[in-house]
């Protein structure tokens, strides 16, 4: 696809940022790089990266398809390899490879925050619909527990294989000489059922007799093993868990009820929806930071003895805002801002809480939650090889799900 005269490199890049291409945040993307160094604006690397996708040297042609698929140590292997293209520096080079890995990144950072904004207004894709403000994770059991006490009026009046046997011998008995059976009786559905009837009925006018048979088969084979267990009293809903482990803080971790937490606390170690969009926002720019300094030295050396050492496979050292550049404060902060408007769709951003004093202004209004999660992410230091085995206590997952993941690049 990448090679064909439709494809459109600037739009793409462009997407990895925002899939809406939000102007303004794709604008702070461009700043946070720039103030890192790196002063290639996305359409500037975009048409250079795209030019090599003409060239009539095969070399040239698959760089670009390994930079642009992402598979970017296949990339730097090939100018160790064969050197640079084009008529290009090796610092040409390389560059177009950073930036390329540094969108990538920023697409890892749209993919979380894309589901934190699914785990806090629609955490049940499908069956629950989505909410202008944040579903509680308490709020699940009281959405779903009607639609179980439906299910048990359903399962109840549900004619296993005897019942019907039954009533087709009833029938049988019942017919009068010269006239066909009586109609199948269906039980009449209570009011709150009402509403399913009419659905039930259209999905299954489309099913064929062969269908219709599978489905009764699984039917009768399911429901008995249901309502054996709706009758025993057992809740369906008794493993949403009503306490999670919370993160490291003050070097300890606590259980934290999920009672008046938001539903995406059940999903990241209690953190609330702009701490977990803090995380990627703050790994994010130490990506930015640490991967200009990491190709910086590549070009060095390439410069100095001719030798290119492909770098970045061991993903990012542990977070620490006092590594990074002067004002990366100011910077995430922003950018935590702009996420919380394009992506996660936060009405929370610049309201008032409702006390005697008002939260903190618009422009400072992340601070307290970045300052948190720095301090977290200081605590946990570089993320390991099997971080995402954890079960759903484990901080260490939680780290894995927020976290921006450059050597997924850098190692293929």
């Not at 990895?16 to 993307?29: F, K, M, S, Y």
């Not at 170690?269 to 990506?287: D, K």
């Amino acid at each position: 696809m990448i090679f064909e005269q439709s494809f459109c490199l600037f739009r793409f890049n462009r997407r990895l940022v925002h899939a809406g291409e939000d102007p303004v945040l794709i604008a702070e993307v461009e700043r946070a790089f720039e103030r890192t160094g790196i002063d290639k604006r996305i359409s500037d690397h975009s048409s250079s990266l795209q030019g090599l996708a003409r060239s009539p040297d095969e070399n040239s042609r698959l760089f670009f398809q390994h930079v642009v698929c992402g598979h970017h140590r296949s990339a730097l292997c090939l100018l160790r390899d064969k050197g640079p293209f084009d008529e290009l520096s090796m610092r040409d080079c390389l560059d177009m490879v950073l930036v390329q890995t540094l969108l990538f990144c920023a697409r890892d950072l749209q993919v979380n925050a894309s589901l934190i904004h699914q785990a806090v207004k629609q955490p049940i894709p499908e069956l629950l619909p989505k909410v202008d403000g944040y579903i509680q994770a308490d709020g699940i059991q009281s959405i779903f527990r009607p639609m179980f006490e439906d299910a048990e009026l359903c399962l109840s009046q549900y004619k296993c294989p005897q019942m019907r046997e039954a009533e087709r011998r009833h029938r049988i008995r019942s017919r009068t000489p010269g006239r066909p059976l009586a109609a199948i009786t269906d039980p009449d559905p209570v009011e709150s059922l009402k509403q399913m009837k009419p659905l039930l009925q259209k999905r299954l006018e489309n099913l064929n007799g062969r269908e219709l048979v599978r489905l009764r088969n699984r039917l009768d084979l399911t429901v008995p093993a249901i309502w054996e267990r709706l009758s025993k009293g057992s809740d369906p809903l008794s493993s949403i868990p009503t306490s999670i482990l919370g993160i490291t803080s003050d070097e300890q971790r606590e259980l934290v009820a999920s009672s008046g937490k938001t539903a995406v606390a059940t999903r990241y170690s209690a953190l609330t929806p702009l701490e977990c969009l803090s995380v990627g926002v703050c790994r994010f720019i130490q990506s930015v930071s640490y991967l200009a300094s990491e190709f910086e030295t590549m070009a060095q050396r390439y410069e100095t003895d001719g030798k290119l050492l492909p770098c970045g496979a061991y993903g990012l050292p542990a977070f620490d805002f006092d590594h990074l550049p002067y004002g990366s404060h100011t910077t995430v902060r922003s950018l935590v801002d702009h996420y919380r408007i394009a992506v996660l769709e936060d009405p929370g951003l610049g309201c008032k809480s409702g006390r005697d004093q008002p939260i903190a202004d618009h422009d400072t209004q992340g601070q307290n939650p970045i300052n948190k999660v720095a301090k977290w992410l200081g605590s946990l230091g570089r993320r390991k090889l099997m971080d995402f085995e954890g079960d759903i206590n484990s901080e260490r997952r939680t780290y894995h799900l927020l976290d921006v993941l450059p050597e997924v690049r850098l190692t293929r």
